[in-house]
């Protein structure tokens, strides 16, 4: 048997003999490796006379090319072999329970406010949209709060640095409230006009159980002519049956408000105690006057209910942190 025979065989009876990623690792060395077999006999053929040698050579290249392809092949298949293993030892046990993982739910904060939405669209009103930042001209001036009138102190406001350079004419800040959109839906559309507009809205205030600096409203606005306030209350009184059922306790109290003239608050009876949820009133002229509205032709109503204090009656939530504390336990009641 030839020399190159003899490593052949020898090589195959090697590699049928590895059984794992190592040992055949020890077969590449022992064989191909820097100090293997094939590479002390092409060391020896220098002894060799030269045409031998050249013959010589070239088998070996060759049993080379056949190892190396040989070795390459058990590697893949004593690899597919392990990931197996591994795989087949980390599979679950399909008998065991699953988990005991919650399914999300929607806020209810968003589930009231969806709520309330669907409850005005089932009286034909549109929705409206404005920016949380907000110019001081949409927010105050427009809205008949005139400068320096102690009424701008009703809501302490979040004002927002000038950028350097700023074009904007009117300082920027955080809306107070959701009345802004009244006045960019009135500038860009004719009345009629039957709209509501969810948000949120930012005070600087003191944070209680009913009270927080960050919170929702809902506003509404409708301007056509012959609007009075019997349609503002019937209005309200539909909504708060739908919202609420009909055994609900409101009150309607006169109350300020600059943009309205009459204004008025509506309370609805808590436990003991009356908590006021909404402001309202028929739409000052001056409000009309500065969004091109004629006063004589038109006229309208508005309002704008806390979002929170709607949620906090709904289910019976005696502190409003509660629905931003977002503890799992809490929201997963709702
Ligand atoms: C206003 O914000 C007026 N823009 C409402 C309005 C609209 C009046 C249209 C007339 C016509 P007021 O500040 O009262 O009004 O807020 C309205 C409602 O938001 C309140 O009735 C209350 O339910 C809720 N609210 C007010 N302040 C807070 C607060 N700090 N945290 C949570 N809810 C609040």
Do not use: C
Not at 89 to 108: E, K, M, N, W
Not at 150 to 162: G, N
Request: charged share 25%; no cysteine; net charge negative.
């Amino acid at each position: 048997m030839s020399e190159i025979s003899k490593i052949e065989e020898k090589f195959n009876q090697a590699l049928s003999g590895a059984k794992s990623l190592e040992e055949l690792d020890a077969v590449r060395r022992d064989f191909v490796g820097g100090k293997g077999l094939l590479d002390t006999h092409l060391k020896n053929l220098k002894n060799l006379p030269i045409e031998e040698r050249q013959k010589m050579g070239s088998s070996m290249n060759a049993l080379k090319g056949v190892i190396m392809k040989a070795l390459h092949a058990r590697k893949s298949e004593l690899e597919d072999e392990a990931l197996a293993k591994t795989l087949a030892s980390q599979a679950g046990d399909p008998t065991l329970p699953p988990f005991p993982f919650r399914v999300g739910r929607i806020h209810p904060l968003t589930q009231v406010m969806n709520e309330i939405t669907q409850i005005f669209l089932g009286m034909g009103f549109g929705i409206a949209e404005g920016p949380e930042v907000e110019t001081d001209e949409n927010n105050f001036g427009s809205l008949n709060f005139l400068e320096d009138h102690p009424a701008r102190d009703m809501h302490d406001t979040f004002f927002l640095e000038p950028s350097p350079g700023s074009v904007h004419e009117s300082p920027l800040l955080l809306r107070t409230h959701t009345s802004p959109v009244q006045i960019r839906e009135m500038r860009s559309a004719k009345p009629p006009l039957r709209i509501i507009a969810p948000g949120k809205v930012f005070r600087h205030e003191a944070i209680d159980a009913t009270h927080s600096s960050v919170f929702h409203q809902v506003e509404g606005l409708v301007v056509d002519k012959n609007i009075s306030f019997a349609d503002l209350k019937g209005t309200l009184e539909i909504f708060v049956h739908r919202f609420f059922g009909s055994s609900v306790k409101t009150r309607l109290n006169p109350s300020y408000f600059p943009f309205v003239e009459p204004g008025a608050q509506m309370d609805i009876l808590w436990g003991d105690r009356w908590l006021e949820v909404l402001g309202a009133g028929m739409v000052h002229p001056n409000v009309f006057k500065s969004v091109g509205y004629d006063a004589q032709e038109v006229s309208g109503f508005a309002f704008g209910m806390g979002v929170e204090r709607l949620a906090m009656i709904r289910y019976g939530v005696k502190d409003m942190r509660l629905f931003y504390q977002n503890h799992v336990d809490f929201l997963h009641q709702f």
